[in-house]
Every structure is written in C-alpha cells, then in structure tokens.
C-alpha cells in the first residue's frame, strides 16, 4: 500500500503506467484495433501517404503501417514481457533457495551464476541464435538462458537481507516450514524488489530484439515487427522519413515509459533515493545495470 501511495504521488510514473497499460492492451486486441490485415500486399499503394484509409501511410508493398505497427507490439512487447517473467520465475526460484539456505547450496548456486554472467549478453545471444536459427522464439529462448543468473544473483541479495530479520528468526525457531517462511514472510517483501529490476531489464530486452529484427535475427517476413519495419524503411529513409518515425517513436516511447517506470519504483521503495547521496547511490546502481545490459 505504501508503494501505490508514494507512485500515485508522481505524475510521470503514473503516466508511463497508462501508456505501458495502453500498449500492452492494444497489442493484446489488437485485431480489433488495426484497421487492416498488417500482411495484407497492395503494390497499387506502395509508398502510398498517409490518408483517411491509411492513417500512417503504406510501405514497400502497400502495407498498411499503422497495422503493421499495431501488430508489432507482440513480438516487440508482449513476447518480451513472456520471456522477462519467465526469467524472473527462474531467478527467483534460484535466488530464494541460495540467499535463504547459503552454505554450500548458496556456494553452488553462485559459481553457476558466475560462470553465466562472465559471457557477454550480445555475444551469447547470437551465439544462441545462430547456433538454433534467425526467429523470435530463438531470442526469447536465448534471454531466458542468459538473464535468470542475473535475477539469480539480485534476487539472492534481497533475500539474504531479509532473511535475517527478527521475525523470520521467530518462525525459523517456532518450527515453521521453510516453503511456509518464503511463501508468507520472505516473498511479499522482495516483490517490489523484483518488480524494480524486472521493469529495469525490460527496456533492454525489447531494445536487443528490436535491434536483432533490425539486422534480420529476429522475427521473419511478412510478421510485423518494430526492428524489423525500421530495417525495411532504411532504404527510403530520407524520401519517406516517416515510415521510419513511426516505429522508431514506438519503441523510444514504450523504452522510455518502463524506464521511468522502473525510476519511480526505485524511489517509492527508497525515498532517500530523492537526496543527493541517494542520488549518487542511484547513479551507481544504474550505472552497473547499464554496464552489464550492454554485455
């Protein structure tokens, strides 16, 4: 409750959260909300301008842009916020047993982790990629392999921490359970926890396969895809610099949105995050998520 308090007090959180809402949700219908089957070739308004019928123009092969951009928000989004969950499922998991029972399971756990995180995350992207095939479901196999170990490791943190608190000793000597304790005291605390670095990791996600599709990696022709549409409109880019705008916008709105998302959540957690040494902490914290994003 604490949480929702300190975000309803900021604008632009609650601003990036209905955007992040919107979008999710006309992806998720989105073929009530696209005018036009996005596959659909009509070489009579290739490059067509934008009209009435076509709000945004058609493409290469008369495509509609505007459906095509609509239908992007799946593999650009939504698939990506599949893949984000299922690797906070699997860091999580890992991360409660390590931080929670340490000793030699945490020991293990850890060197795994370690082992995971010393490859770059570019690099064994496409050595997944290209060892399996160009295709959406090949990244998202490739981000769930690679990004558990970093939740792994943050998540372990966190329990670590709070694991250590005085009530959690009180259950442990009452003869509670362990599943009890991690259910009922451990996990509601380190939600917000995960909630902050899962939205943080979303902005990179969808920025690499964006990225991927641009270079021809990612989903495949004639699905829709936001990378993949910037690609196709490269070659038309100073004639028809729209047909790049649009879904460059998208992706800078949505990156941006979970951004500022993933800011304010650190500051509603952390209000001393709003002084200059919380600042500085902040700036540091960013700093090193930036740093491995970028493997």
Not at 193 to 200: C, E, L, N, R
Not at 262 to 281: E, H, N, Y
């Amino acid at each position: 409750m604490r949480l929702l308090r300190n975000l309803s007090k900021d604008k632009l959180a609650i601003t990036s959260l209905a955007v992040i809402v919107i979008i999710i949700a006309v992806g998720i219908f989105a073929p009530l909300c696209a005018l036009h089957d996005p596959e659909e070739v009509n070489m009579k308004l290739r490059y067509a301008s934008a009209s009435w019928t076509y709000w945004l123009g058609n493409d290469h092969l008369g495509r509609c842009v505007l459906s095509r951009l609509i239908y992007g928000i799946r593999p650009s989004v939504l698939w990506v916020l599949v893949a984000l969950m299922m690797s906070v499922l699997v860091g999580a998991i890992v991360g409660f047993i390590a931080g929670y029972f340490k000793g030699k399971t945490d020991a293990w756990i850890m060197r795994i982790c370690d082992v995971m995180l010393s490859f770059p995350g570019y690099v064994m992207t496409l050595a997944v990629v290209g060892i399996l095939g160009a295709g959406l479901e090949h990244i998202l196999i490739a981000f769930v392999v690679m990004k558990w170990a970093w939740f792994a490791r943050v998540i372990r943190t966190s329990v670590m921490q709070f694991s250590e608190m005085e009530y959690v000793k009180f259950a442990k000597a009452s003869g509670i359970g362990s599943l009890s304790i991690l259910t009922k005291h451990i996990v509601p605390v380190t939600f917000a926890d995960i909630a902050v670095i899962a939205s943080g990791s979303m902005c990179s996600m969808m920025l690499q396969i964006s990225g991927l599709s641009f270079l021809g990696l990612g989903i495949q022709a004639p699905h829709a895809e936001w990378g993949m549409m910037l690609n196709e409109a490269r070659q038309v880019m100073f004639s028809r610099p729209e047909l790049m705008l649009a879904p460059g916008l998208a992706i800078v709105i949505v990156v941006s949105a979970f951004n500022f998302l993933s800011d304010a959540l650190q500051v509603a957690l952390d209000p001393q995050l709003m002084t200059s040494q919380g600042r500085l902490r902040k700036k540091e914290v960013g700093k090193a998520v930036y740093e491995y994003s970028r493997g």
